[in-house]
């Protein structure tokens, strides 16, 4: 069940340059779209997040652009830098419903990963 | 920064035994998650939690699993007989609302060593 796919499993740029993280989803009930970044040892903290209503939204150094005809998202990060370092993961989310005790049900599908190496 | 905080950070445990993992979420938060990490593999949905009831769970989360949140601030992930393919990070989340524009909060994990 590969709904949200990675493709490259790791990426490689010099400091300074611009990172571009893909990810591709099959899910057309998807409706939201977040980027964790994960440290070894550590759990994902969450870096941004875009609606499917929208097809960009920056913060600081870091852009998602989401294309939902092709289901593809991309993460920017310009410029990189060393502490960028560490494995991305693109999730995707979609509303179940309402659960059996209620709420908003929603939960993650979370794609493998890309172990990004920014270089000094 | 408030945090979700999951202990222990490791366990080693004997194939069959039963193992309690604890998480403390944020405390204004309302929809309790676990996810787990299997090495090398992605980050995968376990069960989601509210109103002191299961709201969702995976096909992962079968009769050996069950979560508890015994009093108004630990969540608690328990698995009754552990196998070999229990290895794994086990992360706990939190969030206010089902979803928002900050995602989940994650806690660090427990790295869960079935033996």
């Known amino acids: 069940d590969q709904q949200v796919k990675q493709n490259s499993p790791s990426l490689s740029v010099q400091e300074g340059r611009i990172s571009i993280l893909n990810c591709d989803y099959t899910?057309?009930?998807?409706?939201?779209f977040l980027w964790y970044k994960k440290y070894p040892a550590e759990g994902p903290t969450f870096l941004i997040s875009?609606?499917?209503?929208?097809d960009k939204n920056e913060d600081g150094r870091f852009t998602v652009f989401l294309n939902k005809s092709a289901k593809h998202l991309s993460l920017h990060i310009v410029p990189s830098q060393p502490g960028d370092s560490a494995v991305y993961f693109c999730?995707?989310?979609?509303?179940?419903?309402?659960?059996?005790?209620?709420?908003?049900?929603?939960?993650?599908?979370f794609g493998k990963g890309t172990l990004l190496t920014v270089n000094p | 920064e408030p945090e979700v905080t999951q202990t222990p950070s490791h366990q080693v445990t004997q194939m069959g035994q039963e193992v309690i993992l604890r998480c403390v979420p944020i405390?204004?938060?309302?929809?309790f998650y676990w996810y787990r990490q299997i090495l090398g593999q992605k980050v995968e949905f376990l069960v989601s939690?509210?109103?002191?009831?299961?709201?969702?769970k995976s096909e992962i989360f079968d009769d050996q699993f069950s979560v508890e949140r015994p009093d108004g601030s630990n969540f608690t992930l328990k698995i009754r007989s552990t196998k070999l393919e229990d290895s794994a990070m086990y992360f706990c989340?939190?969030?206010?609302?089902?979803?928002?524009?900050?995602?989940?909060?994650f806690g660090s994990g427990t790295r869960l060593t079935v033996v």
């Open positions: 999730a995707a989310s979609a509303l179940l419903g309402p659960g059996r005790s209620g709420g908003s049900n929603y939960k993650l599908t």
């Open positions: 899910n057309s009930m998807f409706d939201y």
């Open positions: 875009i609606s499917s209503i929208k």
């Open positions: 989340a939190s969030t206010r609302t089902g979803i928002d524009n900050y995602g989940y909060t």
């Open positions: 405390s204004n938060h309302l929809y």
């Open positions: 939690f509210y109103n002191n009831e299961i709201s969702e």
